[in-house]
């Protein structure tokens, strides 16, 4: 699919970053992201790097004090760039959002506030530590690409390639969802803070190279040492699998065991993906997927608590390789 044309800043990784925003609290029950994003607001230096400004903020601020998901609808479900143009859309979230994309954005704009945006979010998933991200968004897989050579657990997953996406972190010029889990909801645990912690540091340490070194090429004109590339694996989001209902749309039966806790395991026509309140088992269905043929099918958010609401037991990825741009002087660093 091609990049609308308000969208194609996220390929361009010759600018130098000026401003990084990180966002916690955008589920407001998730609150390891709360935790670190805290943590950060009385701690900035930790975040903050001479080349620029660092920004940190908790978005559905009304949801984090009622530790709930959200008050009247997932708040990361309305930055499609429609409903943030929609005035007539008055929940409190649709108010909260347009607030963030004026700080943020505007996600209209070709050169919005914000040149970085991560969105710190945990999972009662075993989904590891998880990035998340627009298929084109180059940069965003330069930071994903460093944070994998430094963690091999670290996985990438792209979103669903279309023109546009409800979700926060598309506000900015480059954005990246953060999932660590799994975490009950309402809970937060020492591992996943430390974790999160480190790697969002660290990546404020890659965005420090990166301007640092384009601070070093030759002036326009002039011959720049070209980039080299590398090729990391990701999951490309494909579709979801909804629980099996009854005749009245209740849940007739829930994920298999031998599938629970399997985010990014492979899963193949045929073999166990529920088990009936009856005992009797249901099977995966892999023909209702396109790109069977394309490679094999993973599944990831199995059994993630808030998607029950959302008619998702899991989703359904595929693996690819992405080759991504590194420009010589950050090659190091990957």
């Known amino acids: 699919m091609s990049t609308p044309p308000w969208d194609k800043r996220r390929t361009n990784c010759t600018r130098p970053?000026?401003?990084?925003?990180?966002?916690?609290?955008?589920?407001?029950?998730?609150?390891?992201?709360?935790?670190?994003?805290?943590?950060?607001?009385?701690?900035?230096?930790?975040?903050?790097?001479p080349s620029f400004r660092t920004s940190v903020l908790l978005s559905?601020?009304?949801?984090?004090?009622?530790?709930?998901?959200?008050?009247?609808?997932?708040?990361?479900?309305?930055f499609n760039l429609k409903d943030l143009n929609d005035s007539t859309l008055q929940t409190l979230e649709h108010k909260r959002a347009r607030e963030i994309d004026e700080l943020l954005g505007p996600k209209s704009s070709e050169n919005p506030s914000a040149d970085m945006v991560f969105d710190l979010h945990n999972t009662t998933a075993n989904s590891g530590f998880l990035l998340i991200m627009a298929p084109h968004d180059d940069f965003a897989h330069l930071v994903a690409a460093h944070l994998m050579a430094k963690d091999?657990?670290?996985?990438?997953?792209?979103?669903?390639?279309?023109?546009?996406?409800?979700?926060?972190?598309?506000?900015g010029r480059s954005g990246i969802t953060v999932e660590v889990g799994p975490i009950p909801h309402s809970t937060a645990q020492a591992d996943w803070f430390q974790k999160t912690k480190a790697h969002v540091k660290s990546a404020m340490d890659f965005?420090?190279?990166?301007?640092?070194?384009?601070?070093?090429?030759?002036?326009?004109?002039?011959?720049?040492?070209?980039?080299?590339?590398?090729?990391?694996s990701v999951f490309q989001l494909v579709g979801n699998v909804d629980y099996p209902r009854d005749e009245n749309g209740e849940l007739a039966g829930l994920i298999h065991p031998e599938r629970q806790g399997g985010d990014f395991m492979e899963i193949k026509h045929g073999e166990p993906a529920f088990l009936m309140h009856d005992g009797t088992v249901s099977t995966?269905?892999?023909?209702?997927?396109?790109?069977?043929?394309?490679g094999d099918l993973f599944t990831f958010f199995?059994?993630?608590?808030?998607?029950?609401?959302?008619?998702?037991?899991?989703?359904?990825?595929?693996?690819?390789?992405?080759?991504?741009?590194?420009?010589?002087?950050?090659?190091?660093?990957?």
């Open 17 to 49: 970053l000026q401003h990084v925003a990180i966002v916690g609290g955008t589920h407001g029950n998730e609150i390891n992201g709360v935790f670190v994003a805290k943590h950060f607001m009385k701690n900035l230096d930790l975040v903050q790097r």
């Open 60 to 78: 559905n601020t009304a949801a984090v004090e009622a530790n709930r998901r959200y008050v009247e609808t997932d708040m990361n479900r309305c």
């Open 152 to 171: 091999p657990e670290v996985r990438v997953c792209q979103w669903v390639d279309k023109d546009d996406w409800p979700l926060l972190p598309t506000t």
């Open 207 to 232: 965005i420090e190279a990166h301007n640092t070194g384009l601070s070093q090429q030759p002036a326009a004109g002039k011959r720049v040492r070209p980039a080299e590339q590398k090729v990391i």
């Open 284 to 294: 995966f269905d892999a023909t209702k997927f396109k790109e069977t043929e394309k």
């Open 302 to 334: 199995v059994n993630e608590a808030a998607y029950y609401e959302k008619g998702i037991a899991f989703c359904i990825a595929r693996k690819v390789d992405r080759t991504v741009e590194v420009p010589t002087w950050l090659t190091s660093l990957l």
